[in-house]
């Protein structure tokens, strides 16, 4: 990737996207909205680069802007020299663009999907065949395209609507966030089908992505804040600038989550997130680092220092460029009031072998284990395996078809409305109300709880405080920024301060320094006494928590704590295994492969 001026604009072979003093204006709730502001660099030829920045950055709008979807309102964009503007399409018959929410047909078929998409692309029948057996065999399709897209899991999906877009193979690839809401497993099948197409195929690619440990794939990154140009280059020249300030720290005897919220708040730390059985560190400049001057009164606290990593960077630069978002009030995130008891030996959800039958499909097969009143308890497994439908009987939205489910106390099977009057559930799409302003969801759902008058403003007024909505209030909700439409759905679903909280991928697809923020959030609510389930795609955030149960198929393959999972995945090649490789390992059936393995 190479950076422009808007004298100097890298064009020719060599370049397949270049940009030049780009600048995009929206107009939103009576407010301009600048998406991008004199946005210049050029993507190299026959490589991958990666697009990287907070919620609401303007990746999308540049995505779009690259695809002659929407016209600047200065500057020029060259598409393989051709103006994105005045020759838009001829840029678009010339590229593959698959946008965040790709439009596949659910009640047509896999194969009369990519039928219908050949047909709009101007495929010949008689290049159908070669083109179709390449693309399914690419993408793992070959023994599925007689199933309806609807049925297909999301990381399937996902490969169905890359393999839609490369019907006709373009010499440009644009992927905006591909692998969001992808489990572990089919984010690496995506990521070997991106490097088969640069490598033989000598397709370019350019993709937006929330994973930085996507970037660091990369052989080139952008990255974005709020609409502006922070720096471009290869990853490793990003992670070189904190060369000197990353650490892992150990306190023997701590839990990791109460050790980070410590080490948070020191003046002196830039960011702190847990890595494993330890809490990664960033400082705010470089130097020694004494163990007990960081957590005085703290016994046998260990601390070494690491390479930086690309994160790292990420971060520094984020919190260098703008305020350090979300920080304020966190532990005023639960409220207090019905918390009850914070005993952890009490067992608040208890799940005996629960079946859930669709037809003669078996969603969930026999499923059991318990929770304790304050934990933090993940449920994983790739899409499909059963978690939502697990997560949507303990709400009391589905009923079970055989088991027993109890929770606070209450029998599921017998009376499922006294249960969800104690219980808060995030789903793992935004399911509120989108043509509603972020007061009116947020009344709305209040009232639905039973909320009333002053008790009702109380809340909101909280609402709009802990999680920094106040300003955007009167702004409709499908207009937001997904990071801030988490927030919303949180803030709903603790109106009513619940005892239970069930979170389903309450991280999907938003950016590091957001997911940092959910998590405050979340510890916060577990050393209150609530209860958490939850689930995620993102590896790194189950080791937040205290126990794990990884489901494949229906069924539950694996449960206890995060480094009991991962010593599951210990071999000779791996023998200190990420939570990544342990899932891997037991989704598949197979070892993880070692790093520097070809993924």
Known sequence: MIPTDAQKTPEGDGIALALREVTKTFSAAGRKIRALDGVSFGVRAGRVAGLIGPDGSGKTTLMRLAAGLLSPDSGDIKVMGMDATSQSLAVQSSIGYMPQRFGLYEDLSVQENVDLYADLQGLLPGERPARYRELMHMTGLEPFTSRLAGRLSGGMKQKLGLACTLVRPPRLLLLDEPTVGVDPVSRRELWDIVYRLVKEEGMTVFLSTAYLDEAERCDDVAILHDGRLLGTGPPGEFSAAVKGRTYLVEAPGMKKRSLQVRLSARPEVMDAVIQGDYVRIVMKGPGFVDAEGLLPGVKRISVRQVRPRFEDSFISLMKKDGPRRGDAGIEGTVKPGRMGSQEQDEKVIEVRDVMRRFG????????????GRGEVFGLLGANGAGKSTTFRMLCGLLPASGGSLGVAGVDL????????????????????????????NLEFFGRAYGLAGRRLEEMMGWAFEQFELAALKDSTSADLPLGYKQRLSMACSLMHEPEIIFLDEPTSGVDPLARREFWRRIDALSERGVTVLVTTHFMEEAEYCDRLAIMIAGEIRAIGTPSEIKSLARTEDIPDPTMEDAFISLITGRPAKAAGDAS
Not at 362 to 370: C, D, P, Q
Not at 418 to 433: C, D, H, P, V, W
Request: glycine content about 8%.
């Open 360 to 371: 003669d499909f078996y969603a969930v097969k026999g499923v059991t284990f318990s929770v």
């Open 413 to 440: 099977r017998r009376a499922a409305a006294s249960a969800r009057a104690k219980i808060g559930y995030m789903s793992q799409k935004f399911s509120l109300y989108g043509n509603l302003s972020v007061r009116q």
